[in-house]
């Protein structure tokens, strides 16, 4: 059978299973700090554990199930990029970004994805499965573990990486709860960003969730007629419904909603898309970022020039949008969404491969 991982059970599901096993109470709490506060990535590593009980867990139960496979460093040296295995070998990307004083994580919520964005790596690979609640919450762990070597910790996490969170809520849910838990992982939940695609039900539902998780909408488009090719699920949530669902998200908690908005060359960069764009988020509480679209092969589009970039970012400025041009990080380590498990399968000689 196979194993599995402790992170996939919640505090009452592991006092449970140690009462049953005639433990002691206050033997989940320490298996819960190995776990959140100290990131073991064994059981054999939680030494205050009886060794009888820690076989005893081995035989049915993994610590974290994240296998690194390998691991890109961007030549920015801010950048890095992990493909992790899943104990059925399935892979998933997590990258990490640094700032002067934040360590951002950037993780992924599914296997690949079923949104089928043209230009996105993983919209071209298609759905493998969903993540648990316990994958989503062992990148995070497995990048913990590493920072804490240097003192630091994962101080901002974005759900942007492959997948797409709100078509997998109740594990991505349950991920954002135990990240936020002050008995798990206990970051404010202010610190983490939830991006969708624009699945409108999600949103909906994110309206009434407790924790204040920020809320980005990849847009790309600024009207229906390009957004049904640029982002497939528009035709079923087209913009009216989707613009719907954010301004009451806005309206009722008070949150500032990002968009990102990736700029492809002549497609959805010219001054009027600026200006759709500009009416679409009239009166709302928001902040663009914009991107030049990373090169992805296989896309039917290609970033556009720096000069187009910084007018449309004008004319968003222009109209009183705050808008922020992002820069393009870890390009060189193909950190778009997807990138590396595909580059991965073509070229596995140029990456750096992590000691076990
Ligand atoms: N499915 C979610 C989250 C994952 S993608 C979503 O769509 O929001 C994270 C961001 O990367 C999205 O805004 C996505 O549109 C963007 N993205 C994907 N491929 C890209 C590329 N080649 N260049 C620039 N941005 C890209």
Redesign the pocket.
Known sequence: MDKISLLDLSSDQLKTLLNDWGEPGYRAGQIEAWLYQRYAADISEMTNLPAALRRRLAESYLANPLRPVVSLDSSDGYTQKTLFALPDGREIETVLMRYDRRQTLCISSQAG?A?A?P????GQMGFMRNLSGGEIVAQVLAYARLLAQEEKRVSNIV???????LANYAATWEAIRRLNDPAGFNLGARSMTL???GVVPGIRRMIKEPEQVGL???L?APNDALRDIIVPINRRYPLAMLMGAVRDYAAETRRRVTF?Y?LMDSLNDQPEHADQFAALVEGLLCHINL?P????PG?PWSGSPDERVYAFRDRLAGAGIPTTVRLRRGIDIAA???QLRNSHSRTASQAVILPA
């Open positions: 994805c949104m964005c230009f996105c790596a993983t759900f942007m990486g492959m997948g797409e969170p991006s969708t695609v980005a909408v990849s790309h990102e990736a991107i679209l990373n090169p992805t896309s778009g969404c997807g």
